[in-house]
């Protein structure tokens, strides 16, 4: 089966700056990369998602980019603002299967 | 108009137990899925359900039990509840190779 790996596993940064988070997978499948955030307490939520046929997408302040060769995927978000903290997590899907990252904890500091 | 729900929010039960967490969705989605949530934040799937068919069973205990009755409903049946088995359980639903909806999620705390 399909194998997500996801890191790093907790992200500090100052506001204003950029943080990346990176996911690798095993299986040249899959064909869809989603990308969710979990605030405190909260469901986790779609922010932006890639599919196999896309190198990259953006979407203001967040964008994904996909190295299909070599089974990596990244999310890239610039100009971090204290909203922003909340953990984050990746998935790698085919069809009705969808295999989640182990999730990164970013920490915006003000 | 909520599009994924769950009930109930919160769960407090003792050791032994039997419980049941009710899910529903309104967005005419093929599939459904029941995740488990543990302190580490972790998001694992137990079961996933296709046009009222098992097609994802990660090795979980089988004192979990997945029902769905219909397309629109997908209720998680637990026996026998251990302390272990406190986490937080979210339902999701998606159409078929598309993003996942996820329900507000269902907080169980075995005593």
């Known amino acids: 089966g399909e194998n997500v790996e996801q890191h790093p596993s907790t992200l500090s940064v100052q506001e204003g700056d950029s943080a990346v988070i990176k996911c690798t997978y095993s299986d040249s499948a899959s064909n869809y990369f989603p990308w969710y955030k979990q605030e405190l307490g909260k469901r986790p939520q779609l922010i932006i998602d890639i599919r196999s046929n896309v190198g990259e997408k953006k979407d203001q302040r967040i964008a994904v980019t996909l190295n299909k060769t070599a089974k990596h995927f990244s999310l890239h978000i610039t100009e971090t603002q204290p909203e922003d903290s909340a953990v984050y997590f990746c998935a790698a899907s085919k069809g009705n299967q969808f295999y989640f990252g182990t999730g990164t904890s970013l920490t915006v500091i003000p | 108009d909520t599009a994924v729900s769950q009930t109930p929010k919160y769960l407090v039960t003792q050791m032994g137990n039997d419980k049941s967490i009710k899910c529903e969705q309104n967005?005419?989605?093929?599939?459904m899925y029941w995740y488990k949530q543990d302190s580490k934040k972790f998001l694992k799937i137990m079961f996933s359900?296709?046009?009222?068919?098992?097609?994802i069973n990660e090795t979980v205990p089988n004192r979990f039990s997945p029902k769905s009755p219909d397309k629109a409903h997908l209720n998680l049946h637990i026996n026998s509840l251990e302390l272990g088995d406190s986490a937080v359980y979210f339902c999701?639903?998606?159409?078929?190779?598309?993003?996942?909806?996820f329900g507000p999620g269902t907080r169980l705390l075995v005593l």
């Open positions: 967005l005419g989605h093929d599939t």
């Open positions: 999701a639903s998606s159409p078929r190779g598309e993003t996942q909806y």
């Open positions: 359900y296709n046009n009222k068919e098992l097609i």
